[in-house]
């Protein structure tokens, strides 16, 4: 978690240094390009916890040992079956062991049944406790990425404050320039040049 974090603060930072980094300070704004900001976006989309994906491979993981148990209990019994047939077909004699055996085959059932009954009941507890698990992990991670988002949101509006603000700046100063022609040329003659309006 602590590694995400660091990422996504990570690309904030660079999000405030595409923000910094270029602009015209003497006027007030920033300008940076839109691609910047989408690609700086579409990474901490990318860096939000995966804590669900967590959850998941915890409940697959009760799966798989629901279905051991079951497989284990399936092998006993048919050991104990394959057993007795054995004992069973070696001779005549063994009729007596024949009785004993199927009592032993019932007890052996009976004790699978209990194992896998056990086996079933703790596989459904941990998808219970993997469920609720998830369920707090992925409300967490909602609300994280709620307030990430939120604070991307403050700076985007800010950003676009600073954008309205310096297209007004520059619509004030162009009208001012239209209302007293050659104000700026006559002051910075070099700038006029560069910046004249058609």
């Known amino acids: 978690m602590n590694s995400q974090q660091d990422v996504i603060y990570g690309l904030m930072n660079e999000l405030e240094e595409a923000l910094d980094n270029k602009g015209f300070p003497l006027l007030g704004f920033s300008v940076v390009r839109k691609d910047t900001v989408t690609n700086i976006l579409d990474k901490l989309y990318a860096a939000l916890p995966d804590e ?7 409940i697959r ?3 798989e040992l629901q279905y051991e148990a079951q497989q284990k209990a399936e092998k ?8 007795a047939n054995r004992l069973l077909s070696e001779s005549d004699l063994l009729r007596a062991v024949q009785r004993e055996a199927e009592k032993i085959k ?5 004790d699978c049944e209990d194992t896998k009954r056990k086996a079933v009941d703790e596989a459904e507890n941990l998808k219970l406790q993997a469920a609720d698990e998830a369920t707090r992990i992925k409300d967490g991670a909602t609300i ?7 604070s991307l ?3 985007l509006a800010q950003l676009q404050e600073v954008v309205k603000n310096g297209q007004l700046q520059l619509e004030r100063r162009r009208m001012e320039t239209e209302e007293q022609p ?3 040329a006559n ?3 070099q700038y006029a040049k560069d910046f004249k309006m058609n």
């Open 144 to 150: 994280y990425a709620e307030q990430v988002l939120t």
């Open 76 to 83: 006993i019994v048919a050991d104990a079956q394959a057993e």
């Open 52 to 58: 669900i994906k967590e959850a998941r491979s915890l």
């Open 182 to 184: 050659g104000i700026y």
């Open 153 to 155: 949101e403050q700076n």
């Open 106 to 110: 019932e007890q052996v059932i009976t």
């Open 187 to 189: 002051q910075h003659p």
């Open 61 to 63: 993981r009760k799966d």
